[in-house]
């Protein structure tokens, strides 16, 4: 039986995160073990649950509503309460999402020889805090994972460090699904969050005065952590349009890919409004995109690289009404060979037990009991 793993997670949603939740189950179902999950809260989902997975929520019984976030006594209680469940649960290893939590780690005075540092969100989670003190951490760090080279070179530009991260692309575990039979409408769907990044309005734009070949519809599913006003915006835009609908309904994995697999495109559109490095090479950083190939969609992006440029994707150029209505028809006359692309695409460059297995292979071997 392998050893007992942990994760730890801070100001960051795990319930939206299938690359976390699929580590999860892949640790349950191939090293024979439950993964004890540390978080602060849960905010999409307060009943969220997970199979191979024990779920402990640290954070203020009584007095949370009463905190001030500026002043550190959330962050501080979550320190002690951490230290304490590490006192006395022995742990071959520990996986931490970003920086938050790993400087919460090194404050209880864990190994960081025994911690997998998973890299979502680039340098944005390590402002604030010295950069030298950042590097040691990083650098005691048994192993280190992010999605591309080129998120890995802007850390190691930021930090002046030379850190050979492991390349693992936000990909998903394999899928069962099971298309729907074929609508003669043009089904299109976003999924994701409801964030002025995600281009929705520009998405509702180009929809409304698209040319299509047939009936067409648009379903926007996401949530909108901390961005209720342009979750107004959007409703706003999609009031008495009879073909798009809004869904802000909190999902199951499975549930998901069923709406998922009912439609026919999916949309990945993206403005980098601050110019923070969490945008780069999305290719192979977006959870939407591996789910969207997994359910057997059609990608339409804006993301300009080689891959986009061939099925299953459908590229948008700056947010082009030609491009936009030349992708659908372009779709509408060649659905199955999309279909094909897309279930292929995402088993050579999206499967998670593909990385997983090379990574615990490559690094936590020393990490197994015998």
Known sequence: MAGKYALVCYSYSIEVSPFLTNLCSYLYENENVRTDIYLDTLVRHKSFTLDGANLFILKFPYFEKLLNRKIDFKKKYFVFLL???????????????????????????????????????????MHGFEKSMIKRSLTKCHSQIIASSERAERINAYLQSNIQFYLFPISIRPKRVIKHNESATLKMIFSGYFAEWSAIEELIFLFRHGNYKSAASLLIQGH???????????????????????DSGYYTEN???????????????????????????????????????WAGLAVMTNIDCPLTHRRPFLFVREFSMVDFTESCNKYQNNRN?????????????????????????????????K
Not at 228 to 242: F, G, M, P, S, V
Not at 269 to 291: H, M, V
Not at 347 to 367: P, Q
């Open 337 to 369: 060979s999309f279909k094909e692309s897309a279930f292929r695409l995402a088993n050579e460059k999206y499967n998670f037990d593909t990385y997983m297995a090379d990574f615990m292979n490559e690094n936590l071997k020393l990490n197994r009991t």
């Open 224 to 246: 909108a952590m901390g961005t209720k006003d342009y979750y107004t915006r959007i409703k706003q835009l999609a009031e008495n349009q009879e073909n798009i609908a809004v």
């Open 255 to 293: 549930e998901h890919y069923e709406m998922l697999s009912n439609n026919d495109i999916g949309i990945a559109f993206y403005k980098n409004l601050t110019g923070t490095d969490n945008f780069e090479n999305l290719i192979y950083s977006s959870g939407k995109i591996a789910s969207y190939l």
């Open 83 to 125: 230290n304490v469940f590490l006192s006395f649960k022995r742990y071959s290893h520990i996986f931490v999402v970003d920086y938050l939590a790993l400087d919460i780690l090194r404050k209880t005075n864990y190994p960081l020889r025994k911690v997998t540092y998973i890299s979502f969100e680039g340098t944005d989670y």
